[in-house]
């Protein structure tokens, strides 16, 4: 009797390690995946290279859908996406412009310019995604990749090279000026379409936050001389 009460947990043992020696897989059939091992439901190989031979797009660039029931027909979903992807390709291009500006920036007021471009970079940055979820909302596409936002920009191409600080200034500030001029176009239009979503977007968050950066910005470029001991 105390031959057999040893053998039975030996056997135990021996049906619990079976499936590793096996890889640690399941023998029976009906619960192997391919790659899966118990779970023939889930199969953990990552299918790649999917993008080759690629089935037509979910939706088409320039195109609106009518995913939500917010109460604009297509027509005036469709001029608001194209307006705000406007602004968006030239927000991105600001934001970008004060990254490498924070990078870049050199002179006695390098400490100051270097804070004020990182924290209007951060602010642009919130535009952008702003900007772009109301696009999605329209039943747009927002514009996403680098080289799509540099042929939509209107904003001039900047030059990779280092610049000096009251240059970079211009810059921005030219910048900030053609997206202003254009938000107090696409507020107007929006409003007149009903797109009170949009006018909005435009006026409460993109004109008070670049008209706020000029502000900033501007007073850097004042004609006014450092002070110097004698």
């Known amino acids: 009797m105390a031959t057999s009460s040893k053998t039975a ?18 023998t ?17 190989q990552p299918r790649l290279n999917q993008q080759q031979n690629a089935p037509a797009p979910t939706q088409l660039d320039g195109t609106v859908a009518q995913r939500l029931p917010i109460g604009l027909d297509e027509a005036t979903r469709q001029e608001s996406v194209t307006m705000l992807n406007q602004l968006l390709a030239d927000t991105m291009t ?8 924070h990078w870049q920036v050199v002179g006695p007021t390098f400490y100051q310019l270097h804070l004020l471009y990182d924290k209007h970079y951060e602010e642009q940055a919130v535009l952008v995604d702003s900007i772009a979820e109301r696009i999605q909302i ?5 514009v996403a990749m680098a080289h799509d936002v540099a042929e939509l920009s209107s904003i001039p191409r900047v030059p990779r090279d280092r610049e000096e600080a009251p240059v970079q200034v211009s ?17 107007e239009k929006a409003d007149e379409s009903g797109d009170d979503g949009t006018n909005d977007l435009v006026v409460s968050e993109l004109v008070r936050t670049n008209e706020m950066q000029v502000w900033f910005v501007a007073e850097h470029v004042v004609d006014s001389p450092l002070t110097r001991a004698e």
């Open 171 to 187: 810059r921005l500030l030219d910048a900030h000026q053609r997206i202003l001029k254009n938000c107090h176009d696409y507020a």
């Open 94 to 101: 600001l934001r970008d412009m004060y990254k490498k500006h």
């Open 138 to 142: 329209l039943g747009g596409v927002a």
């Open 9 to 26: 947990p030996e056997g135990a043992a021996a049906k619990k390690t079976a499936p590793a020696a096996n890889g640690g897989k399941a």
């Open 28 to 44: 029976s059939p009906g619960n192997v995946g391919h790659g899966a091992g118990s779970n023939a439901a889930v199969d953990i």
